[in-house]
């Protein structure tokens, strides 16, 4: 009875979403309040039809109902209540609906925070994300049913992935979702200012705090994501270059230029085409991503599907997507006109040229993704493209961004004077390159990429510990530095904080790269192996039973130089539903390094008790590498929450309707 | 006159910079592609010597070999065609085992031997990598045609 709920309200869904969003864009173009009116209902019906189809699968996995074909697939009795409430979107067809649950929520969030908003702009912001919603609505509905009925139902559930079972996957898919969806209000605005023709800087003012928010959530995402991969799978590797992390990575690329565009849009009046494009493919990178996790056309961890139908869907809905908004662009376009002018050397300049940078960036990871498939389909052979590929191509792209992050905020608008930049920087430039030809050695050898990435990770941490305090002076008056400080408006900590993340990730991964130790070994109990500075004794191993699962428990003792010697209980799993093994990694977590060890294989497996082949790292400053990613995060964040976004609006409204009249 | 002289040198830089990103975008490209070729291909002749590719098919049951240090294995990969041995040094994937496909990423060496650097097995028990899947399905195919040209 319950799934058929949830099914009924999804279908119910489906007018409520086009009427909707056709109404009041055609009421929006034509004038007809009664018709924008409805856009603020009509959202809000949507977010509360999509929330009880969630909660009502949701319901069916609690409850085990395995007379629904996706709970017996992707469920089991046995399975832990966490486990069974995340397994909502283990599979296919929860995973869309959780991304339309994001894209009503969205919706709904779009109508209570735009109060500020003239009518007919939040008509057509919500009519854009109605009309989004109902083609996803099509989707799960046509192709993707979660409640379809199996008759008659399962005993027992097939049980969720054993991968998937793990903390990490508790949150990954949702905040990634977030992200991904959230570029959707973004994406309306930018389609609503097409349409009324008005791009102004109250319109990109409007559009940031909704950015921020999708960007710091994608960027919290994919790094949970990659933490996951590294201690999930056992292969101790932070980030694969796999066709379905450069789904995620390719709005987040776009994201962060449109983050820096829309600052130029808002500021100056300027790159307003350029940040309506911007905000358009961000979007469509985020459909492109989950096209290509959900065609199937890729074959990964995250592909569930093989169904043609599906993919076709996609496809389809991709290019009317695409097409619909490229095309009126071209018609709308030309009339937004130009902003302000600027000089060769300013703020607006460093801008553009890390626009630029960040869009071919988003280019070459597009290229490589896409390659295979393309050579596939046009049936010239199958081929591969690997990590030496993104590996030769994104360090001198990003050098030079990385470089930039340093001078940006130091120049001024319309016109920079390179000679004060540099007068400013001469300590800064110095101490980076003494850092640079230093640091290295404490880890022994000097390596030109290392003294790359330390002068760079130094120099954007210096540079944003400098303007932040020449800003707080500058602003001083009578009071106390650190009371300067910390009256400093939001948006602008959030913006030295997101870039002191990108130095503390680059110092993650540069060292990570050129410093990590690896080793592997055949081990029987009472064995020790030495690597870079750690010892690792096998004490052996232990058969342990889990809820779901029957494990060998192998315990190592970890020493070290003066340090009290700790265990680790590296795991080997087989989950009994599925038959399947999994590695669960046992990581001594530091801020200066993990040791990270995994078992592989006993040699005879008749014999668990005897000799196993080990795998034991040590990794230098690999949690800089997430660390960075939530400071990243958190820098977006606050600047979300800066007060302009909030007391300004009811002005820039009244602004707006003084320019109209 | 004088913005719009900068203008242009700006869009000038520019092109410059996205020339030089295309040249490295495609010789990185050019140098880092791996091609797929099944076992019958190998043994024709058809895969290069001197690159690195991927081979693809079932292992053999019976023919993983573990050497004595423990982390250097051997097995055979084949499509019922051909039969390529294998030898890699580290930990091989969860998923792998004998009977299952597999795709391995590495180099041929003189004597025949693919020497791998990456095996790869993938994330289902039932999952069968999509190249493996076809180079069977090439194998038997061919099979099937050679058959019907000897009747």
Redesign the interface.
């Known amino acids: 009875m319950i799934p058929e709920l949830g099914l009924f309200s999804l279908i119910l869904a489906l007018p409520v979403a086009l009427c909707t969003g056709v109404l009041a864009l055609w009421g929006a173009q034509r004038g007809r309040p009664a018709w924008i009116a409805l856009a603020k209902s009509g959202s809000v019906a949507l977010a509360l039809l999509v929330g009880v189809a969630y909660l009502c699968l949701t319901w069916a996995f609690v409850q085990n109902d395995f007379s629904v074909l996706y709970v017996a697939q992707q469920s089991s009795s046995s399975l832990p209540l966490l486990y069974r409430v995340t397994g909502v979107w283990g599979g296919h067809e929860g995973s869309l609906l959780l991304w339309l649950l994001m894209l009503a929520g969205w919706t709904a969030l779009a109508r209570f925070y735009s109060r500020a908003l003239p009518d007919v702009l939040r008509a057509r912001v919500l009519g854009v994300l109605c009309l989004v919603a109902a083609g996803f609505l099509l989707f799960i509905l046509f192709t993707s049913n979660p409640f379809l009925r199996l008759i008659p139902g399962a005993a027992e559930g097939r049980e969720l992935?054993p991968?998937l079972q793990d903390p990490g996957l508790v949150i990954h898919p949702p905040l990634l979702y977030m992200g991904y969806v959230g570029f959707s209000v973004a994406y309306a605005f930018a389609v609503a200012a097409l349409l009324s023709g008005q791009l102004d800087a109250a319109w990109a003012r409007w559009s940031r705090p909704w950015t921020l928010a999708a960007w710091a959530f994608l960027t919290l995402g994919i790094a949970v994501g990659s933490w996951w991969a590294y201690y999930e799978l056992?292969w101790g590797g932070w980030w694969f270059w796999d066709p379905v992390e450069n789904a995620s990575f390719m709005p987040w690329l776009a994201g962060t230029a449109l983050i820096h565009s829309l600052a130029v849009t808002e500021k100056r009046g300027s790159f307003k085409n350029w940040t309506v494009l911007l905000a358009v493919s961000t979007f469509s990178l985020s459909l492109l991503g989950t096209f290509l996790v959900r065609s199937g056309v890729l074959?990964?961890?995250h592909a569930f599907a093989n169904d043609p139908a599906r993919g076709i869907f996609i496809l389809a809905f991709l290019v009317a997507v695409i097409g619909a908004s490229l095309l009126l662009f071209v018609w709308r376009a030309p009339r937004v006109g130009l902003g302000g002018?600027f000089?060769?050397l300013s703020r607006e300049?460093l801008l553009?040229v890390n626009n630029?940078l960040l869009a071919?960036a988003t280019g070459?990871v597009l290229?490589?993704t896409l390659?295979p498939l393309i050579v596939d389909a046009l049936g010239v052979?199958?081929?591969?493209?690997?990590p030496?590929?993104f590996n030769?191509?994104f360090v001198?792209?990003m050098t030079p961004l990385l470089f930039l992050i340093g001078i940006g905020p130091f120049a001024r608008w319309k016109t920079a004077s390179f000679a004060e930049i540099l007068r400013v920087h001469k300590w800064t430039l110095g101490i980076a390159v003494l850092a640079a030809l230093t640091l290295p050695f404490c880890h022994g050898v000097w390596k030109p990429q290392v003294g790359l990435g330390v002068f760079l990770a130094a120099w954007i941490f210096l540079a944003a510990l400098l303007h932040f305090f020449r800003q707080a002076r500058a602003t001083q008056g009578g009071g106390s530095l650190i009371a300067s400080a910390l009256k400093q408006p939001l948006h602008f900590w959030g913006m030295h904080l997101a870039h002191i993340g990108v130095a503390v990730f680059v110092a993650g991964v540069t060292v990570v790269g050129a410093y990590e130790a690896e080793k592997?070994?055949?081990m029987a109990p009472g064995d020790t192996v030495g690597i870079d500075g750690f010892r690792f004794r096998f004490l052996g191993v232990q058969s342990v039973e889990g809820p779901n699962y029957q494990a060998l428990r192998g315990e190592m003792e970890l020493l070290e130089n003066d340090r009290l010697p700790r265990r680790l209980f590296p795991e080997k799993r087989f989950y009994r539903h599925?038959?399947?093994?999994?590695?669960e990694a046992a990581i001594d977590a530091g801020l200066w390094r993990d040791a990270y060890v995994?078992l592989?294989?006993p040699?005879d497996r008749e014999r668990p008790g005897g000799?196993w082949?080990v795998?034991v790292y040590v990794k230098p400053l690999v949690n800089w590498i997430w660390g960075g990613a939530f400071l990243m995060a958190l820098g977006g964040l606050l600047a979300l929450f800066d007060r302009r976004y909030r007391n300004r609006r009811r002005a820039v409204a009244q602004e707006n309707i003084a320019a109209r009249n | 006159m004088k913005a719009r002289h900068q203008r242009l040198l700006l869009i000038a830089a520019a092109l410059v910079a996205l020339g030089l990103v295309a040249v490295l975008v495609f010789s990185a490209l050019k140098e880092n592609v791996a091609f797929f070729h099944s076992p019958a291909d190998i043994e024709a002749g058809k895969a290069p010597k001197d690159r690195i590719f991927r081979v693809g098919g079932l292992v053999e049951t019976g023919s993983l070999r573990r050497q004595e240090d423990g982390v250097s294995v051997s097995f055979i990969v084949t499509d019922s065609v051909a039969r390529i041995p294998v030898h890699y040094k580290g930990i091989l994937p969860n998923l792998f085992s004998e009977g299952k496909g597999v795709v391995a990423q590495g180099r041929l060496t003189d004597d025949g031997v693919f020497v791998a650097q990456e095996v790869l097995a993938k994330h289902d028990e039932n999952y069968m990598p999509p190249e493996a899947a076809q180079a069977l399905q090439k194998a038997h195919d061919s099979g099937i045609g050679n058959q019907k040209a000897k009747d």
Do not use: Q
């Not at chain 1, 052979?381 to 690997?386: A, C, L, M, W």
């Not at chain 1, 599925?578 to 590695?583: D, I, N």
């Open positions: 992935n991968m056992g074959t990964s961890v002018r000089a060769l300049s553009l630029l071919v070459t290229l490589g390659y052979g199958k081929i591969s493209v690997g030496p590929y030769a191509v001198p792209i592997n070994v055949k599925s038959a399947m093994p999994m590695t995994a592989g294989d040699l000799e082949v795998r």
